[in-house]
T-cell receptor, first 110, second 117 residues
C-alpha cells in the first residue's frame, strides 16, 4: 500500500515567521513530489514541485527532498495570513496517479 | 490559457438516482485524471485517461461508476445508481505527455461537490 504521511496540524505560526511542513512517503519508486495548497472549499493549487535531491526555491517557498530518507518538506518564509490553508503533499511516478497525504492545516496569525 | 473546468459545481441527488459529472481538461493535455475526496479522508485516485483510452482504472470503487472520454477531449463520470457513500468532492486533473523528463505535474479543476441523500 503506497502511502503519504503528513501531520494534520494545525500548525500555527505568527506572521513573518517560517512555517515548516513535512511529509514522508512509502514508495521508493516515486519520482516527482508536489506541494498543493488548498483553501477551504477550493481546488488544490500546485505551488511547488521537486524531483531531485536537495532544495528548490521559488520566492518565499523552498521545497526540500531527501530520497534516501523518503522525506519531503516545504518551508514558507515570511509567512502571511493569506498563507493560511491546507497544504497537501503528493507523489507519483511518471504520468501516474498522484498519491496524496491528508494535508497539514497552516494558520498564520497577524 | 483556460484551466481545467468541471460541471456542475454542486449536485444533490437522492439515493438510487443517476448523476453525470463533466470535466474539460486544459487544451492540449492528453492525460486526464479523476480523483475523489470523501469527508475526513485524503484525495484518492479513481482513474486515468490517455487521450480516449483508459490507462488505469484501479481506483474505481465499483461498477456503479462509469467514465468516458470520447474523442480524447472532455470526460464524463457517471454514477448509477448513487449510494450515500458516494458523497464527496470529485476532482478532475490534467497533465501533458509524461513521456519526457519529470515532474509530470497535474493541474486540478474546481471540483464537483456531490451530495447523495
Amino acid at each position: 500500500q503506497k502511502e503519504v504521511e503528513q501531520n494534520s496540524g494545525p500548525l500555527s505560526v505568527p506572521e513573518g515567521a517560517i512555517a515548516s511542513l513535512n511529509c514522508t512517503y512509502s514508495d521508493r519508486g516515486s519520482q516527482s513530489f508536489f506541494w498543493y495548497r488548498q483553501y477551504s472549499g477550493k481546488s488544490p493549487e500546485l505551488i511547488m514541485f521537486i524531483y531531485s535531491n536537495g532544495d528548490k526555491e521559488d520566492g518565499r517557498f523552498t521545497a526540500q527532498l531527501n530520497k534516501a530518507s523518503q522525506y519531503v518538506s516545504l518551508l514558507i518564509r515570511d509567512s502571511q495570513p493569506s498563507d493560511s490553508a491546507t497544504y497537501l503533499c503528493a507523489v507519483n511516478q511518471a504520468g501516474t496517479a498522484l498519491i496524496f497525504g491528508k494535508g497539514t492545516t497552516l494558520s498564520v496569525s497577524s | 490559457e483556460a484551466g481545467v473546468t468541471q460541471f456542475p459545481s454542486h449536485s444533490v441527488i437522492e439515493k438510487g438516482q443517476t448523476v453525470t459529472l463533466r470535466c474539460d481538461p486544459i487544451s492540449g493535455h492528453d492525460n486526464l485524471y479523476w480523483y475523489r475526496r470523501v469527508m475526513g479522508k485524503e484525495i484518492k485516485f479513481l482513474l486515468h485517461f490517455v487521450k480516449e483510452s483508459k490507462q488505469d482504472e484501479s481506483g474505481m470503487p465499483n461498477n456503479r461508476f462509469l467514465a468516458e472520454r470520447t474523442g480524447g477531449t472532455y470526460s464524463t463520470l457517471k454514477v448509477q445508481p448513487a449510494e450515500l457513500e458516494d458523497s464527496g468532492v470529485y476532482f478532475c486533473a490534467s497533465s501533458q505527455d509524461p513521456s519526457g523528463a519529470p515532474p509530470y505535474e497535474q493541474y486540478f479543476g474546481p471540483g464537483t461537490r456531490l451530495t447523495v441523500t
